[in-house]
Structure formats: C-alpha cells, structure tokens
C-alpha cells in the first residue's frame, strides 16, 4: 500500500478521545458478542420453553422469535444498552471530527485547485430515492446527505472516524495505517480466487462511500481508470479529498447506482462493498441490471455484503438482526438478507452457469460475496 504521509494523520485522536472511543469500542465488542451468547443461551433455557407452552411447538420465524423475546428483561436491557452504545459512538467520534474538520477543510481546498488528481462530479438535481433519502442510515446524525459545513466534509469524516473506532477495537489501528482499505483487499482476494486472470482497464465502485476502499482498486490497477460512484455529496467530497490527498487519480460521480450515465460496456470491473443492504426492494433488482449494462464481455460483477442470510442463523441472531431494523436506521438489513442474490442476478439477466453468490471467510466471521460474469 502506498504511503499516504498527510491525510492518514488527519484522523488521529487525542489520548482522552482514543480513550472514550476505545470504551465504546469495547462496549459494543461485548454487547454483541457475551451479551448475545447471553440471550441464546436464555431463549434456550426460558423463551423457547415459554413459547412452547403457549403454542405446542417452537418459534419457526424471526417474527415468532420477536414474540418470544419481546417481554423480556434481557432483552430489553441488551437492545437499550446497543441504542446508547450507538449514540456513544457519534458523540466520541464527533469530538475528533470537530477538532480536525477545519485542516481537512483547508486539504481540501488545495486539491479543488489542482487538476493532478481525478474529477468529482456532483449532481445537484439528484433524486434521491426513498427509503434511504429520509432514513439516518446507522444513526448517523445528519444521514449521508445532509452536511451544514462550508466545505461539506463532515458527514465523510464522521463516517471515516467511526470505520477508524471499529478498527481499533479489533486491535487493527496499531498495525494497519489510517484509513486501510481492508475491505477493499478483502473484494481484490475474492476476486482473485475466483477470476484469477481478469485485468481490468476500467474499474467502477458502487456506493463509495468515503473512497477509502475504492484506493485499494486503483493501487492493486494502477493503469486502470477507476470512478466511485455514490447517491452521497458529503461523502464524495470526502473521497475525492481523500483520494487526492493520497496522490491516487480516481474519478468521482455522484450518481443513483440504477442511473450512473455511464455508456454501454464501459467497464471490466464492477464491485460494491456492503452497498445492497442499504438499498430497496425495488431499487436491487435495477442496480443489476445497470451492472450488467455496464459490464464489457467478460467483465465481473462482485460484491460483497452481510451474511445473515436467515437459513444461517439462529432464531435469536434472526431477532437481534431484525432489531436493527426497527431501532439502528438499518431499513433494509432484513429485507437483503430474505432474497437470494443467486435468484436476483439471474432475474437481472447474468446467465445461470456465470453466477455466484456464497461466503468468503475473514478472520473469525465471512461475507456473502454474490455476482456474475457477462458472457
């Protein structure tokens, strides 16, 4: 990975800051990890009898799961304490967004002056879609499109700060720079295990986000042309500041991922990180098939996603995964997780023998890794 010798100092810190950060880290670490094995173990030993009782058999949907849990004291302790836990999160991470938004701001002025990097294209006519438009998408005060500042950028750097408090409660901040694109990597090897000869010239990411996996694209293909595209002005400013800064020449388009504008077979390439989930219904089946238009021959689709797909669960996993919907701006997290993807990308028009949709590994856990190839 290249050495990117400013902007990776950008988001740094102070040792009170890491300290509260480190906290809610932890706190979350434990609310879903003991304190879930603690709702397994009591739905075993109380709820699942309970309903058994009542309804001569056991819950067989997440619904019936819910019902099941609904009433109970652990439970409802575990869901208030993850709610507070997520506001923590904002409000420790927004104290070093605060502290170092106007350096970030000045970054990104000098870049507007300079043509050396790639173009950001903004679209102030963008509709955006419901239900994403109205949603605070993980409680993320403001969502994704709204940002108050001068230069738009808060909104990236929250979200930055938070991936950032994430990686250093899995211990990875003290071996891996600021701003990492470990998902990134984790797409490129998914890639290459399945396509090991594709060479693409031209790379597209749906659903940057804050650009941060879209460098691992353009480091692992340098010659190719690489644009992140997502519905977010905030967090494409953010990207096209952090892409810049890191000397890395990516393009940036603000974009609905059904719509890009994109010709015909513009790419060999088309990836998305955790990009379904936060969609709709009626909105993923459309993405497909504007990955398949803009696919050249040959070309790949990858993506990767949550793998909570409900035959892999538990019914208590299925109801704390649905509590997501309900409290933590996850409209869709469920929703995703009831399609088949392999179903999806067919109805798409990728053909039956080029599709896949089943789970890589990453470290103790794995995603659902689904796509297709045009032929």
């Known amino acids: 990975m290249s050495k990117n010798t400013t902007f990776s100092k950008t988001y740094k810190p ?215 595209v997502d519905l977010s002005e905030p967090l494409l400013r953010f990207a096209h500041t952090w892409a810049g800064d890191g000397g890395h020449s990516i393009n940036f388009r603000q974009a609905d991922a059904r719509h890009t504008g994109f010709s015909d077979e513009s790419f060999d390439l088309i990836v998305s990180n955790i990009l379904f989930h936060e969609t709709w219904f009626d909105i993923l089946p459309d993405i497909m098939r504007e990955a398949l238009r803009l696919l050249r021959p040959g070309g790949v689709f990858l993506n990767v996603d949550i793998p909570y797909q409900p035959h892999r669960l538990s019914i208590p996993k299925q109801v704390t995964n649905h509590w997501q919907v309900v409290n933590n701006g996850e409209p869709f997290w469920t929703g995703f997780a009831d399609m088949d993807m392999r179903e999806q990308l067919v109805a798409a028009g990728f053909e039956q023998e080029h599709v896949f949709a089943d789970y890589d590994a990453i470290g103790s856990g794995e995603f659902h890794v689904f796509g297709g190839r045009k032929v």
């Open 14 to 228: 102070t040792h009170d800051e890491a300290a509260r950060q480190g906290f809610v880290g932890s706190l979350k670490g434990y609310l879903n990890g003991r304190l879930e094995v603690d709702l397994d173990e009591r739905y075993e030993s109380h709820l699942k009898p309970q309903f058994v009782a009542a309804n001569g058999r056991a819950p067989e949907t997440r619904d019936e799961g819910t019902e099941a849990f609904s009433h109970d004291h652990a439970y409802q302790l575990w869901g208030a304490a993850v709610f507070t836990s997520q506001d923590l999160m904002w409000e420790t991470v927004d104290d070093t967004c605060q502290r170092l938004l106007p350096d970030l701001a000045a970054r990104h002025r000098a870049l507007q002056d300079s043509d050396a990097f790639g173009r950001l294209e903004l679209d102030a006519d963008i509709e955006l879609p419901e239900p994403i438009r109205n949603v605070e998408i993980h409680r993320q005060p403001g969502g994704y499109f709204n940002d108050d500042e001068e230069n738009g950028l808060l909104t990236g750097l929250r979200y930055f700060g938070t991936v950032e408090l994430y990686r250093a409660a899995k211990g990875l901040a003290a071996t891996d720079q600021t701003g990492a694109p470990g998902m990134g990597q984790f797409i490129l090897a998914a890639l290459k295990r399945r396509f090991p000869e594709l060479a693409p010239t031209s790379i597209l990411d749906l659903g940057c986000g804050t650009g941060t996996e879209t460098v691992a694209y353009a480091q692992s293909f340098p010659e190719a042309e690489v644009w992140g």
